[in-house]
């Protein structure tokens, strides 16, 4: 079974600083997606960025990017000229196919953002 | 706006009663997802419709259900509610092609 893990609980960044959020997740599947979702105070889920796995150029969405490294699993996100609207929780998630042969989303336990002025 | 409905934002009944929980998905979505999220926790995958049909189901009580109706929406009916069913609901919707998941707003419920 696929499983995503953030080992972060908690970070801290100054403001206009960048930081990385990291993500490794297990799979013995060639062919997925891979999101970062972000949880503001007011609790909305609101998708950050994704990466296709076939593709090897890492996705980017203004301020932010991803670090993401196919044999090592790992997914990182990148934030840069952190903001104080960047704090938030930030989840990263996992897509597969399932057996039943549409998609499972699978999430990590979060990361806490905190950003400091 | 990301298009999936979920109502009504806030909801708070006692111990012991039922209610539900409305999602309607961007137009065009065929899957529902169902989530929990209780203070400060992840997201617990509760159930998933497609079209219609169940095709998945996570770490979904027996004292809830869901169904998905003909035109999309979906409800998700809880009972016997205890107090550690309070927490954020959410419904989120895909095409199950290249889009990735679109979360409602969520329905915050309050069990006393």
């Known amino acids: 079974a696929q499983t995503v893990t953030q080992s972060q609980p908690e970070m801290s960044v100054q403001e206009a600083e960048t930081v990385t959020l990291s993500c490794t997740y297990d799979t013995s599947e060639s062919d997925y997606y891979l999101f970062w979702y972000k949880q503001p105070p007011s609790r909305q889920m609101i998708l950050v960025i994704r990466?296709?796995?076939?593709?090897?150029q890492n996705a980017t969405e203004n301020r932010f990017s991803v670090n993401f490294q196919k044999a090592a699993k790992s997914f990182s996100l990148k934030i840069s000229d952190s903001q104080l609207g960047d704090a938030a929780m930030y989840f990263c998630a996992y897509r597969s196919l399932s057996n039943s042969g549409t998609y499972k989303y699978i999430f990590g336990t979060g990361t806490r953002l905190k950003v400091l002025a | 706006d990301s298009g999936v409905t979920q109502t009504p934002k806030h909801l708070i009944t006692a111990t012991g009663q039922r209610v539900t929980l409305r999602c309607s998905p961007r137009s065009g979505d065929l899957s529902v997802y169902w989530y929990q999220q209780s203070l400060d926790q992840g997201l617990q995958f509760l159930i998933h419709?497609?079209?219609?049909?169940?095709?998945a189901k996570g770490n979904i009580l027996e004292r809830f259900s869901a169904q998905q109706f003909p035109d999309l929406h979906s409800e998700l009916n809880l009972s016997s509610l205890e107090l550690g069913d309070s927490a954020l609901y959410f419904c989120a919707s895909s095409v199950d092609g290249d889009s990735p998941l679109h979360f409602g707003n969520g329905t915050r419920l309050t069990v006393t």
């Open positions: 419709y497609y079209n219609g049909e169940e095709r």
């Open positions: 990466q296709e796995a076939y593709k090897q």
